[in-house]
């Protein structure tokens, strides 16, 4: 899904036309038209960009003086706070921190890494059966199906947790009736970790496995009657030819995926728990953190500065991932 | 008597899995699609279960007892769920014209390779895909300077644009307009307004039919924004107004030893009613994807071209 090509296109071998009267007012359209989308640019993405430096100040939203060259609270805090240097940083590692901050990155990176490796096993397995399928109609229905999770948002996701699992929901009403202990999903932290897994496979793997089924579509099928002749079976098969096909798209969608690593469907992690304060330790990753401070009293340094560890982080990832692409598998790189 | 048409049975092809599979993965490709919709099941049977015989019984796979009075109640008294359908379906529609128009005018001149800063504007809408601002200084840019908190415009406007959508579009044009209609265009006179207007969008109404529809479920969906910037109760979309009901009422209920007497558990939306809400909710997009899903499926993959 994300093998676009950001690149600009090589310079044409022809030397560029002169500015002639023509060529001017073709660009000065061009220029017109990209007006919108840039000011939405400028407002959106860019703006919030210099409030990266609130990570190096002791940031507090005090009303400008009078006679202050501009008339904005955010601003003028930004200009005048007092630099801290690297104070912000070092909150979030002192000792009555450092359990929290390591426990909210580990969750991160490891709910992350879950999703990437399952994610990635079953929607490739989902669209090789799909493939295989000898009734079209029925594969189609059912590749419908699974990728209709996909619109569904993990609010609504979490009342169906809540449908499921609380105290008089399905599963507890079906395990007293075996008259069994019923489960305290709100207070138990244990399941949580299947939860989001399963939760993340029901709303991506459909989605996830289109682009490989695509794929998979356009391989020559010369390719196996030969190796089937030669007498491979088809898990022989798919490990010779399937597989070797798919590797440009996988290796380019994990790129993006470690690139993103330290950051987290937000949505997720914050809707499905409905705010159960014994959830905490599993449900919270640094998106959900950095929130959470915003939220709270704390100064606004100290979540911008984790905020900005995860945005050069992810920046840095991206970079090297595509670096190490670039030098082995040039046709690869994202860019 | 007439005569059948004999069937002769082509020869099996070579590459096709043996029955038994076939039958072994079509039984396992039913247990994925039970599962899959098992949760609407689940919300769906629990809206249409009388209160009554939920709080008796718990919820239950098969209701006890039918009822409707939930919807009833919903569309008649239950006026936050009118309201934040209203602000859904408006920012929905809002949003999804604005996004068209933003990207469309955005990815055109990108496509073309006679725009000079072509290579600019590019990095200009990349950038913002590797790096951003953080959190706390969107919602300070948000609320201190663009001041769009606790209005409409903060339910779509800040997912209104994308880069990512500009390179899939600006893809598909290079793919899917000729180039020589293009210049053909230019040629006959055509200014580059007019080429956009009457050559390029209506060869691209695949492609922004899909963005359109991305746009559009991202913003029915949209739930941070509204949770970031938004503190009216009467500008609560759908998704917000629904998790905002779960997160009081799970919150109430286990609490409710400790609060004795400060909260009347009985006057709290009933069960049924929210797991409507839940319902009405994905009501809209479940309806409408049979018509939309193969947009979707297109828009996975024209991104995929590499131009």
């Known amino acids: 899904m994300s093998d676009i090509a950001v690149g600009t296109s090589k310079p044409v071998s022809k030397p560029k036309p002169r500015w002639t009267t023509d060529v001017i007012y073709c660009n000065l359209s061009y220029l017109m038209m990209v007006l919108p989308g840039a000011t939405w640019l400028i407002f959106f993405a860019y703006l919030p960009m210099p409030g990266i430096i609130m990570a190096f100040k002791d940031y507090r939203l005090q009303k400008p003086p009078e006679d202050y060259w501009i008339q904005n609270r955010f601003i003028y805090s930004l200009i005048e706070s007092p630099w801290v240097g690297w104070d912000n940083f070092q909150y979030l590692i002192l000792p009555t921190n450092l359990n929290n901050t390591i426990l909210f990155v580990r969750n991160t990176v490891f709910y992350n890494l879950m999703f990437m490796v399952v994610g990635l096993v079953f929607s490739i397995a989902l669209a090789v059966i799909i493939y295989e399928l000898t009734n079209r109609f029925l594969a189609k229905l059912y590749h419908s199906i699974f990728f209709l999770p996909f619109f569904i948002s993990w609010v609504v996701v979490a009342y169906v947790v809540y449908a499921l699992a609380n105290q008089t929901g399905i599963i507890n009403t079906i395990l007293s009736s075996w008259s069994m202990e019923p489960i305290e999903i709100y207070k138990e932290k244990t399941y949580w970790p299947y939860i989001f897994l399963f939760a993340n496979l029901w709303k991506y793997t459909g989605n996830g496995s289109i682009l490989y089924l695509a794929i998979i579509t356009g391989i020559d099928r010369q390719l196996y009657e030969a190796a089937a002749i030669d007498g491979a079976n088809k898990w022989q098969q798919f490990w010779n030819i399937t597989f070797p096909q798919l590797i440009p798209t996988i290796v380019l969608l994990q790129i993006l995926a470690v690139g993103r690593i330290f950051a987290s469907d937000f949505d997720l992690f914050y809707a499905l728990p409905a705010g159960s304060v014994m959830l905490r330790d599993v449900s919270t990753t640094i998106d959900v953190y950095v929130f959470n401070m915003l939220r709270s009293t704390v100064p606004l340094g100290y979540p911008a500065a984790v905020s900005l560890v995860q945005s050069v982080i992810g920046f840095v990832l991206i970079l090297v991932t595509n670096y190490v692409v670039r030098k082995t598998r040039p046709d690869l790189a994202l860019f | ?307």
């Not at chain 2, 076939?22 to 049977?45: D, E, H, S």
């Not at chain 2, 809408?125 to 606790?150: C, D, E, K, P, W």
């Open chain 2, 1 to 307: 008597m007439k005569l059948l048409p004999i069937k002769t049975k082509p020869a099996r092809d070579m590459l096709a899995i043996s029955p038994a599979t076939n039958l072994a993965l079509n039984i396992l490709m039913l247990i994925c699609v039970a599962l899959t919709l098992a949760p609407f099941y689940v919300i769906v049977i629990a809206s249409v279960t009388s209160e009554a015989s939920l709080i008796q019984n718990g919820y239950r796979l098969w209701p006890e007892e039918f009822s409707l009075s939930a919807y009833t109640y919903l569309f008649t008294e239950g006026s936050i769920i009118l309201i934040a359908y209203k602000n859904t379906i408006i920012s929905t529609l809002a949003g999804t014209v604005l996004t068209l128009v933003l990207v469309m005018l955005y990815a055109y001149p990108l496509s073309r390779n006679n725009f000079r800063f072509s290579t600019f504007f590019t990095f200009f809408a990349f950038f913002t895909m590797l790096f951003g601002g953080g959190l706390v200084s969107y919602y300070m840019v948000m609320r201190q300077i663009l001041h769009i908190q606790n209005t409409m415009w903060a339910l779509f406007l800040p997912s209104s644009f994308s880069a990512f959508w500009v390179f899939v579009l600006r893809t598909y044009i290079k793919t899917n307009v000729p180039e020589e209609l293009i210049e053909a265009a230019r040629i006959d006179g055509a200014s580059e307004w007019r080429t956009l207007f009457q050559i390029v969008i209506p060869l691209s109404v695949p492609g922004l039919a899909t963005v359109a529809l991305f746009s559009a479920i991202g913003i029915w969906n949209n739930f941070f924004n509204v949770l970031l910037l938004v503190d009216k109760v009467e500008l609560y979309n759908l998704q917000y107004t629904i998790y905002s009901t779960l997160n009081n009422i799970r919150f109430l209920l286990q609490n409710a030893d400790k609060m004795q007497g400060l909260v009347n558990l009985s006057e709290l939306p009933t069960q049924t009613f929210r797991m409507a809400m839940a319902v009405v909710t994905i009501g809209p997009i479940v309806l409408a994807y049979p018509f939309f899903q193969r947009y979707f499926i297109r828009g996975l993959t024209i991104g995929a071209i590499k131009g």
